[in-house]
Every structure is written in C-alpha cells, then in structure tokens.
Antibody, heavy 120, light 107 residues
Framework: EVQLVESGGGLVQPGGSLRLSCAAS????????MDWVRQAPGKGLEWVGR??????????EYAASVKGRFTISRDDSQNSLYLQMNSLKTEDTAVYYC???????????WGKGTTVTVSS | DIQLTQSPSFLSASVGDRVTITCRAS??????LAWFQQKPGKAPKLLIY???TLQSGVPSRFSGSGSGTEFTLTVSSLQPEDFATYYC?????????FGGGTKVETK
C-alpha cells in the first residue's frame, strides 16, 4: 500500500527555517514525481513545488511565492522527500502535504499533512 | 499563470440531489484538469483526472466533463458522505494551480 507520512512541522519565528520530511512506503520514490501542497488555515489549496523523478534528473519547479526560499530534495536511500523552508514569513503558516504524482500525471496519493506555524 | 474560477463557492443541497460544480480556466488547458474532494481535517482525495476519468475506487455517481476552459463536476445523487469541499486543479502548465473551492453543505 502506498503511504506518505509528513513530519517536521512546528512553531517557528518569522525569518526562521524549518525542514519538512515526507517518508514514503509501498513504492519506489525515485521513480515518481513528488509534489508539496499547502493549505493556510481556512483557505484553499496552494501548490508549493515539484520534484521530478530520477529519469528527469530530479529537477524542480516552485511557486513564485516560495521560489528562492524553499528547496525540495530527496534521499532515495531513505525513500524520503524533503522541503527546506528558509526566510519563513507569517503567510507560510499552513498545513503542508506531500503527494505522489501517479502514472497519469495527477496527485493520486497524499499524506495526512504536517502543520507549520510562523509566528513571533 | 492559469487562474481557475470555481462556481458556486458554496452550495446547499440535500441527500439525493443532483449537484453540479463549474470550473473555468483563464486560458485553454485541454483536458489537463483534476477534481479533488476534501473533508475537514483530512487530505484531499483525487476523484477525477484528465477532466472526465474516474479515479479507481471512486463511486460512479461522480462524473466530470469539459475541455479547453470550461469544466464541470457532477454528483448524480448526493450521499451523506459527499458533503465536503471540492477543488479543481490544472496540470497544463507551471505553476500548477487550484480553484478556490466549492463547499457543499447540507440544506
């Protein structure tokens, strides 16, 4: 069974950093594109970024709102995906989800999410 | 960036009702559109991809249609477990974008 478990969320001050993890099981991470999506409290879904698979050299794409501050990486030996978040702003407060991009190019399995709160 | 506009934002309905939600794209996206269902405190769930293909395990009362700039999600007979928020999403081009959501509430 494909499963994703996010961790690493918490309370951080504005300007601080945080690293989120997404532990994958039931499939080979290196074969798949992976996405991060976030949801601010009471708001809709916002795509954060994408890591392509091994065949696409793990290249990345980012939303303009996080580009230059957030970095997506992987450790295939750990079957894990990461989101390094620097220079955090209060508007980055959200639940962060990781998702697998399936064979049809859509996010077909999601983790339960981890909560990030940026506040002084 | 491609903007997705969903309507309505809120919808009051009863069990058994036929419900239709519309998603309009600011430019043509062919059929590169998905629909997700989200319940409070839960992760989104993929219902439909490629505008009209039902994801495995999703009940057949859900259907999607459209291409280009206008898309619809229809629930043929609303069930108690269908009260939720629905989002459309385009994968035609980066940045990937979501619609603002449609909350389906009990009338």
């Amino acid at each position: 069974e494909v499963q994703l478990v996010e961790s690493g969320g918490g309370l951080v001050q504005p300007g601080g950093s945080l690293r989120l993890s997404c532990a994958a099981s039931g499939f080979t991470l290196s074969d798949h594109y992976m996405d991060w999506v976030r949801q601010a409290p009471g708001k809709g879904l916002e795509w954060v970024g994408r890591s392509r698979n091994n065949a696409q050299s793990y290249t990345t794409e980012y939303a303009a709102s996080v580009k230059g501050r957030f970095t997506i990486s992987r450790d295939d030996s750990q079957n894990s995906l990461y989101l390094q978040m620097n220079s955090l702003k209060t508007e980055d407060t959200a639940v962060y989800y990781c998702a697998v991009v399936g064979a049809r190019s859509y996010m077909d399995v999601w983790g339960k999410g981890t909560t990030v709160t940026v506040s002084s | 960036d491609i903007q997705l506009t969903q309507s309505p934002s809120f919808l009051s309905a009863s069990v058994g009702d036929r419900v239709t939600i519309t998603c309009r794209a600011s430019q043509g996206i062919s059929s590169y559109l998905a629909w997700f269902q989200q319940k409070p405190g839960k992760a989104p769930k993929l219902l439909i991809y490629a505008a009209s293909t039902l994801q495995s395990g999703v009940p057949s009362r859900f259907s999607g249609s459209g291409s280009g700039t206008e898309f619809t999600l229809t629930v043929s007979s609303l069930q108690p477990e269908d009260f939720a928020t629905y989002y459309c999403q385009q994968i035609n081009s980066y940045p990937l974008t979501f619609g603002g959501g449609t909350k389906v509430e009990t009338k």
